[in-house]
């Protein structure tokens, strides 16, 4: 059986793929001893990602050349802005983290760089060349929290593993990747595959670094001896 494009591009990608889904970040979430410092810090600019994660929906629908592909960006864009970023927000007030000290929150370069990244490769690129920059978030998601679920609850972290494996969030993440074998089927073909996988190779690094983000925040955090 042939593989979807999303399983070509992880597997031309493998060291960046696995480098970001077996991150320290994630293992740590994983085994419940992430400092709750860096998961904070995450969380905070997961906050700011969604906001420019909702901007990129919004130019698929631009992007888009078929009522289809418009109602698919719009249910993204809604899914976003009217439940995930309700239930984000609620989330991160269990840990201690309320909208208004998210929304004041300044960007970190990492957040800046990849949200950036992801808007630029769709302007300049087509709807293809979009959804592959924001498939290593997407379809990284929901792999990860397939690999981290059944973890103990009495992990702190478990809440978050258990919103990515659920049934809700592995359907999103199975349809983002049909969308990504029709688009490459109907815009594509294999010599647009070498630039796809740049694409996917760069945003999957940007994975890794707003990881790295993360960590940094447990050093930090720690008084100084």
């Known amino acids: 059986m042939a593989k979807g494009l999303f399983d070509r591009l992880s597997a031309a990608c ?3 793929w696995r480098a970001y889904i077996d991150h320290d970040f994630v293992r740590q979430l994983g085994d419940g001893s992430l400092p709750e410092a860096c998961f904070r810090h995450y969380l905070g600019q997961d906050y700011l990602f969604l906001i420019h994660f909702a901007r990129a929906y919004a130019l698929a629908a631009y992007k888009s050349q078929d009522l289809d592909d418009i109602r698919q960006a719009a249910a993204g864009l809604a899914a976003i802005i009217d439940v995930e970023m309700g239930l984000h927000v609620e989330f991160c007030a269990s840990w201690g983290l309320s909208l208004s000290d998210m929304q004041a929150l300044p960007e970190a370069e990492e957040t800046m760089a990849y949200t950036r990244y992801v808007l630029e490769k769709g302007l300049s690129g087509d ?14 998601y929901a792999e990860i929290g397939r690999n981290l679920s059944g973890m103990s609850a009495a992990n702190p972290y478990s809440a978050w593993i258990e919103m990515y494996a659920s049934d809700d969030y592995q359907e999103v993440a199975a349809g983002a990747a049909d969308q990504l074998d029709r688009l490459f089927e109907s815009r594509a073909g294999e010599g647009r595959w070498p ?31």
């Open 14 to 16: 493998g060291e960046d």
């Open 127 to 140: 709807l293809l060349d979009l959804h592959v920059a924001l498939a290593p978030c997407v379809l990284g």
């Open 195 to 225: 630039e796809l996988v740049k694409t996917f190779a760069q945003a999957t690094r940007l994975e890794i670094a707003f990881w790295d983000m993360g960590m940094k925040a447990a050093a930090v955090s720690e008084p100084a001896k």
